[in-house]
């Protein structure tokens, strides 16, 4: 017996400082410390919650799916949701069984959340510009919407990421994540998985609510972004159309939830015994693997198929950067192709071009001669870019997230993101319409 617990104990210490040490470089390496990153940080230990004497098995299958996927992408995405599951399974299996509100805390400030809402985001803008444009016009104003911008009785306004709730939306679920661990503590119960999605399903609503009421008040009294009263709207929004209905849903579910919760400070009857690792042979090639994996990372673009030598476009000059991309030039016109798996986040111009400084003054959606693009301008100082973008396999072009992606899942061709970019409007069209189509 006591070998058993020695050899139990190597494990556990030995599992204890490679899920630490990984944590920590992707703290470095992957995690951005923002305000959201703080605030999730600091519910953690009002949240984490332990359950002990109640062990579980039920992260084992995503540990084991999302660690082989990391042994086939070895990137900081999979990397992280690998570790994840397998320290909660570690966890739950020396410990107890853990609230799932942990998890959803975690998944939420971490980059991979961000990386879902800038993918599926933009047409949400779009559509909220719309609605806000239709609901003024029918109120009897003079608005109209093209694209994200709004003209309001004379003057533009632009629906940039912050008004269509992406900053808002990861504080809403937070929120939301912390009344439910409030009132489980405050009840004694524990809410069931199922209306703990439930309540962020309502909260997701309720923020896309909160946010056009915003987008409203800030069309019609013509508050301009950058100041105090353009954030005081957003923290009031927020605070009537998500906090207080969430106050009372939250309460009214968790007052019909039966299932018993054990708070650890009221549980007098464990006993001082060692800890002591179920499945250790489990937790040790886990832990193995996410070694190897972590001495591994690399980028999606190293990962992507780099074999670009057969992509053409007819009479435009070819180069491949070191990033994978592939830039085609000829007079009046720069276009830029970009491998895209299904399974990767987009880096459309909204990323890649305003990383490099530049701003979107306007973003719309149309047909240009049969293809459904966005196009926009960028501004840098006195610097103008056209842009247009879409996703194309050559017999598929598309600009929906969902049917690219599905399409590609399904075995169709590569993606490639195509970005055109011009020094006008007119020679954007043109360029546009001229297109060749790409040949693989």
Known sequence: MPLKLTGSKLIINSCWLIYIGIAARLCIIYFKWDANMLLGLALVPYICKVKRGSFSLRYLAPALIFTTLAVCFPV????????????L??????????SPVLFLLLLLISPAFEYISNTFSFPLRIWLSGVAASLLATMGMAASAAGNVIQFKGSEFSVDQACAGLHMLATSFMICLFMIAHYQQQAAKQLHLVWILFLLVFTFALNILCNLCRILLLVFFKIPAGTMMHDLTGIICLLIYVVLPLLCLSSFVLKRTEKPYIDPRFYKTIRLVPDELRFPLIHFVLAAMLVVIAFNIKSMDDLNDKNVSNVSLTGYKKAVLESGVIKFEKAGALVYVKPSPFYCPEHNPMICWQGSGYVFSEIKRGAIAGREVYWGVLTKAKDKIYAAWWFDNGSIKSVNEFEWRWAAAKGAKLFYLVNVNAASEAALLEAVKNLPPIKQ
């Open 89 to 98: 399974l570690f966890l739950e299996n020396l410990k107890g069984k853990i």
């Open 76 to 87: 900081k995405t999979d990397l992280f949701l690998a570790l994840l599951f397998a320290a």
